[in-house]
C-alpha cells in the first residue's frame, strides 16, 4: 500500500528556514519523481518543487526559486525540501507525493497516486 509521510514542518519567522522529509513506501520509489505541493488556506493545492527519479532534474515554481532546495536519498526512500528565506505566503500544509517522472522537468508534474498523505503545517510569521 502506497504510503508518504511528511514531517519538518512549524512555526518560522520571516527569512528564517524548515527542512521538510517525505519517507515513502509501497511502491518503487526510483521509479518515480517526487514532488511538493502545497496548500495555503483558501486556495487550491499547488507544485512547489519536483525531483526526478535518480535526483538529476530539478524543478521549482518561481515564487520558491532560489529559496527552496529539494534532494532525495533513494536508499533511504526520502524526498527533502531545504526551505531558507521563508516568507509569509509560503504558510500552507506541504505534502509529497510521487509523479511520473519525465513531468518533472518541465514542471507540469501532478500527483501519480490518487491520494494524499497528512501533510505538514508550515506557518511563517512573527
Known amino acids: 500500500q502506497l504510503r508518504l509521510v511528511e514531517s519538518g514542518g512549524g512555526l518560522v519567522q520571516p527569512g528564517g528556514s524548515l527542512r521538510l522529509s517525505c519517507v515513502a513506501s509501497?511502491?518503487?520509489?526510483?521509479?518515480?519523481?517526487i514532488a511538493w505541493f502545497r496548500q495555503a488556506p483558501g486556495k487550491a493545492r499547488e507544485g512547489v518543487s519536483c525531483?526526478?527519479?535518480?535526483?538529476?532534474?530539478?524543478h521549482y515554481a518561481t515564487s520558491v526559486k532560489g529559496r527552496f532546495t529539494i534532494t532525495r536519498e533513494n536508499a533511504k526512500n526520502a524526498v527533502y525540501l531545504q526551505m531558507d528565506g521563508l516568507k509569509p505566503e509560503d504558510t500552507g500544509i506541504y505534502y509529497c507525493?510521487?509523479?511520473?517522472?519525465?513531468?518533472?522537468?518541465?514542471?507540469?508534474?501532478?500527483?501519480?497516486?490518487?491520494?494524499w498523505g497528512q501533510g505538514t503545517q508550515v506557518t511563517v510569521g512573527s
Open positions: 507525493a510521487p509523479v511520473p517522472n519525465l513531468t518533472c522537468g518541465d514542471g507540469t508534474y501532478t500527483s501519480a497516486s490518487g491520494s
Open positions: 525531483v526526478s527519479s535518480h535526483g538529476t532534474i530539478t
Open positions: 509501497g511502491f518503487t520509489f526510483g521509479g518515480y519523481g
